[in-house]
């Protein structure tokens, strides 16, 4: 985030940021940690008086280069020094923890340990300054099973039972991008899967999820009409070439978090990109005894988008770790019209980590402090999430700081959140899929 705008900083100027570990700068990270480089409050507080007499960010180099952060961190508890007030957000006097994620890989997202040293880092800096903490994640991504089993979602799920804290999660924007397909198998009856691959994609991922008790072969067909398979369920990597497109097939194993099972397909171009048009996948089933399937494609920001399934499903479409338990999954609705927001992961009527979101907060056209000074609108469950996030402290900060409630924190204040939470006019059962368990909350 820019920690030179003025909504995160006192009157005096100096920083309300107690914290910041940037973890794409080398050099000096934080006790007990490897990578990165953690800046004290005072180090920032020196970074910005050089900043004010125009020296620039010599102390503390740490950027926002994409905007997002800024814009998160700004709802959730910017008071609005810029505006005079106008555009404060929730948590407006709270104090500030500050983790970058880094170093990202080439597809941009960053990897799994580096989130879970972040959430490790603020609650161990919440612990040492004792107070409590609402950590948000506007992040996340397709990859896994989507049931709360990963190794990612187990983690976050115990690091929830450590402090006084909350952990609020967005439920991503895929819920309209038809990058999500189920259904359910029987025992010798094949299921076709169109998928239509747009002009110009690089490469291609696809996630097929299952029971590891179900026994299913599969059959590729080419958007050319070649066909490979039935491809027995043989673990491990398996390549052949179809046109102009080289495929890794791999099937996956259990691990020691979930008994669902991975069959991984990786498109890759013997040019300079895969073949378009429709690729058809024929899930062969034997033996069934749960019968359950997915089918995912990475996120819609890293595909073209023209490369969706035919026949997609849209509940379900929660992204990881959202689905982890124990923490808010927050989904995004149109604080204007009172509206669902149609790109808003959606959960499902099935297991306990799909029986979300656990909220709606307003995601569209939010304005919020962008890097420079200024202010401009945002839209997604990144933009929703902080708004719970904010309400959290606020909640936390009566309860636990004001000592009215000693233990308001974790699954009560998700609990309290839901017990004020209205209804939107277009939906009249509670909980549903779309805005989750219990409906909206609604800023004042």
Same mark, same amino acid.
């Given at each position: 985030?820019?920690?030179?705008?003025?909504?995160?900083?006192?009157?005096?100027?100096?920083?309300?940021?107690?914290?910041?570990?940037?973890?794409?700068?080398?050099?000096?990270?934080?006790?007990?940690?490897?990578?990165?480089?953690?800046?004290?409050?005072?180090?920032?507080?020196?970074?910005?008086?050089?900043?004010?007499?125009?020296?620039?960010?010599?102390?503390?180099?740490?950027?926002?280069?994409?905007?997002?952060?800024?814009?998160?961190?700004?709802?959730?508890?910017?008071?609005?020094?810029?505006?005079?007030?106008?555009?404060?957000?929730?948590?407006?006097?709270?104090?500030?923890?500050?983790?970058?994620?880094?170093?990202?890989?080439?597809?941009?997202?960053?990897?799994?340990?580096?989130?879970?040293?972040?959430?490790?880092?603020?609650?161990?800096?919440?612990?040492?300054?004792?107070?409590?903490?609402?950590?948000?994640?506007?992040?996340?991504?397709?990859?896994?099973?989507?049931?709360?089993?990963?190794?990612?979602?187990?983690?976050?799920?115990?690091?929830?039972?450590?402090?006084?804290?909350?952990?609020?999660?967005?439920?991503?924007?895929?819920?309209?991008?038809?990058?999500?397909?189920?259904?359910?198998?029987?025992?010798?009856?094949?299921?076709?899967?169109?998928?239509?691959?747009?002009?110009?994609?690089?490469?291609?991922?696809?996630?097929?999820?299952?029971?590891?008790?179900?026994?299913?072969?599969?059959?590729?067909?080419?958007?050319?009409?070649?066909?490979?398979?039935?491809?027995?369920?043989?673990?491990?990597?398996?390549?052949?070439?179809?046109?102009?497109?080289?495929?890794?097939?791999?099937?996956?194993?259990?691990?020691?978090?979930?008994?669902?099972?991975?069959?991984?397909?990786?498109?890759?171009?013997?040019?300079?990109?895969?073949? @378009?048009?429709?690729? /058809?996948?024929?899930?062969?089933? +034997?033996?069934?005894? =749960? &019968?359950?399937?997915? !089918?995912?494609? %990475?996120?819609?920001?890293?595909?073209?988008?023209?490369?969706?399934?035919?026949?997609?499903?849209?509940?379900?479409?929660?992204?990881?770790?959202?689905?982890?338990?124990?923490?808010?999954?927050?989904?995004?609705?149109? @604080?204007?019209?009172? /509206?669902?927001?149609?790109?808003? +992961?959606?959960?499902? =009527? &099935?297991?306990?980590? !799909?029986?979300? %979101?656990?909220?709606?907060?307003?995601?569209?056209?939010?304005?919020?402090?962008?890097?420079?000074?200024?202010?401009?609108?945002?839209?997604?469950?990144?933009?929703?999430?902080?708004?719970?996030?904010?309400?959290?402290?606020?909640?936390?900060?009566?309860?636990?700081?004001?000592?009215?409630?000693?233990?308001?924190?974790?699954?009560?204040?998700?609990?309290?959140?839901?017990?004020?939470?209205?209804?939107?006019?277009?939906?009249?059962?509670?909980?549903?899929?779309?805005?989750?368990?219990?409906?909206?909350?609604?800023?004042?």
């Amino acid at each position: 985030m820019d920690y030179t705008h003025p909504d995160f900083r006192n009157e005096d100027g100096s920083s309300r940021i107690l914290a910041l570990w940037d973890q794409t700068i080398p050099g000096n990270p934080p006790e007990g940690y490897l990578i990165g480089t953690e800046y004290t409050k005072a180090q920032i507080d020196e970074a910005l008086r050089e900043y004010d007499e125009g020296r620039g960010r010599g102390l503390v180099p740490s950027v926002d280069t994409s905007g997002h952060g800024t814009r998160v961190l700004g709802i959730a508890a910017g008071n609005g020094r810029a505006s005079n007030g106008r555009y404060r957000g929730v948590a407006s006097r709270s104090s500030i923890l500050v983790v970058k994620l880094g170093v990202p890989r080439a597809e941009a997202f960053p990897r799994t340990t580096e989130l879970m040293q972040g959430l490790d880092y603020c609650l161990r800096k919440a612990m040492e300054f004792a107070l409590p903490v609402a950590v948000n994640i506007s992040f996340g991504n397709t990859y896994g099973a989507h049931n709360g089993t990963s190794l990612l979602e187990t983690y976050i799920s115990d690091m929830a039972n450590i402090w006084k804290s909350v952990i609020s999660i967005g439920t991503g924007n895929e819920g309209y991008a038809a990058g999500h397909t189920s259904g359910r198998m029987e025992e010798g009856k094949p299921i076709e899967i169109p998928l239509a691959v747009g002009e110009y994609e690089a490469a291609l991922s696809v996630q097929i999820w299952k029971s590891y008790l179900d026994e299913a072969d599969i059959m590729l067909t080419s958007p050319g009409g070649r066909r490979a398979g039935p491809i027995q369920s043989i673990l491990g990597p398996q390549r052949f070439t179809m046109e102009n497109t080289e495929i890794l097939l791999y099937y996956g194993e259990p691990t020691p978090y979930s008994s669902s099972q991975e069959i991984y397909i990786e498109f890759l171009p013997k040019g300079d990109y895969i073949d @378009s048009g429709i690729w /058809t996948f024929t899930l062969i089933p +034997g033996q069934v005894r =749960d &019968g359950e399937y997915h !089918l995912w494609l %990475p996120s819609s920001a890293a595909v073209n988008g023209a490369t969706r399934f035919l026949y997609p499903t849209p509940v379900g479409t929660l992204t990881i770790p959202s689905t982890a338990r124990k923490i808010i999954a927050v989904g995004a609705y149109n @604080s204007r019209t009172l /509206t669902y927001a149609d790109f808003s +992961g959606r959960g499902t =009527d &099935g297991g306990e980590s !799909l029986r979300k %979101p656990d909220l709606v907060a307003p995601g569209v056209d939010i304005m919020t402090t962008v890097p420079g000074g200024g202010y401009g609108e945002a839209t997604g469950t990144s933009f929703a999430t902080p708004f719970v996030t904010g309400a959290a402290a606020l909640l936390m900060e009566w309860g636990i700081t004001d000592g009215n409630d000693p233990f308001l924190y974790g699954e009560k204040v998700k609990a309290y959140l839901q017990k004020g939470a209205r209804a939107l006019p277009a939906f009249s059962e509670y909980p549903n899929p779309v805005v989750g368990e219990y409906g909206i909350i609604v800023p004042s």
